[in-house]
């Protein structure tokens, strides 16, 4: 495949590390030192399917389509205030499109996994996608846990691909460890259900994501290196899942390679889960930092655990 368009959105409302002061046993020190985050932007008026909607719009102009033009939606998302239907298909009715949607969950490595399905797509006959990942992790976090709240903003991002030489190598995987990132979905229960009632909010283990994150983004972006026969070096930009800054600066420093190889958005946007590669190669390309022939490596992580890495040719 080839991506041929960009878009993304996030909410209005800005929330500074100062804010998060006024009832979070923390500081603006703290936060920056140990995540690099200074603000997030948070769902106030806006609904999910309304970022998505904008990202999908904004992907279509850059790619010269209509709606019309795309026959598969294939869209990333952990949670949103729809249990049913799917978010893929809120969003094709109010962009105007006509086509089959699919929505994946693989966590924070989604919109990599959505990249995988839609190449898979391409080979089966399909012309025009549109990849999407859109997401609102600051619905699953406890508001009183600085650990966890601190971290998130929401967003979506989108991409149009087509049919092209332009994906070089991918590499997914996936190792069953719930334990250090997780989160219960609250559901109704049954008169005869008597399982405890658990903790809805987010839980995480920081030092072993740090630990977990950080090694399996290097094993799998240097299988896609080796898959392209290409140094570290000869990649002109590494988007990254922006998690924390400290874990891109490890993965950075490890593969040996100049920072401005490692762009990153994390001190304005947050943890946006799966939108946050969508969203920065968004705001790239626009801005004019990505040239044709550039080489891109796509590497994300998240619970489950699920991590994702591809090689782009622009």
Not at 50 to 59: E, I, M, P, S, T
Not at 178 to 193: I, M, Q, R
Not at 228 to 255: E, G
Request: hydrophobic share 40%.
């Amino acid at each position: 495949m080839k991506i041929i368009g960009t878009g993304s959105a996030v909410p209005e409302f800005t929330v500074t590390n100062q804010m998060l002061e006024q009832f979070l046993d923390t500081s603006d020190e703290w936060i920056t030192e140990r995540t690099g985050i200074k603000t997030r932007q948070l769902m106030t008026t806006e609904r999910l399917d309304d970022l998505g909607v904008l990202a999908a719009q904004r992907a279509l102009e850059s790619a010269g389509l209509k709606p019309t033009d795309i026959d598969m939606i294939v869209l990333s998302n952990v949670i949103n205030e729809y249990m049913t239907p799917s978010l893929s298909s809120l969003i094709q009715g109010r962009i105007g499109a006509t086509c089959p949607c699919l929505d994946v969950n693989a966590a924070c490595a989604g919109f990599i996994y959505a990249l995988d399905v839609a190449e898979a797509m391409l080979k089966n006959g399909h012309e025009r996608i549109l990849v999407m990942a859109v997401e609102a992790p600051t619905l699953m976090v406890d508001w009183k846990a600085r650990e966890t709240c601190v971290l998130f903003g929401d967003g979506a991002g989108a991409v149009v691909v087509t049919q092209g030489d332009n994906l070089k190598a991918m590499r997914l995987t996936t190792v069953s460890k719930p334990k250090p990132l997780f989160g219960y979905l609250a559901v109704s229960k049954t008169p005869w259900d008597q399982k405890t009632e658990p903790d809805y909010y987010l839980k995480m283990e920081g030092r072993e994501v740090f630990r977990i994150a950080v090694n399996s983004s290097l094993k799998d972006i240097k299988s896609v290196l080796a898959t392209c026969q290409l140094q570290p070096d000869q990649v002109d930009h590494y988007l990254l899942h922006q998690a924390n800054l400290r874990i891109m600066d490890s993965i950075r420093k490890t593969l040996d390679v100049a920072p401005e190889k490692f762009p990153h958005n994390i001190e304005k946007r947050g943890n946006t889960s799966s939108a946050s590669v969508a969203i920065l190669l968004d705001e790239m390309n626009r801005e004019g930092k990505i040239k044709q022939g550039d080489k891109l490596v796509l590497s994300a992580f998240g619970a489950g655990f699920c991590t994702a890495a591809c090689l782009i040719e622009w």
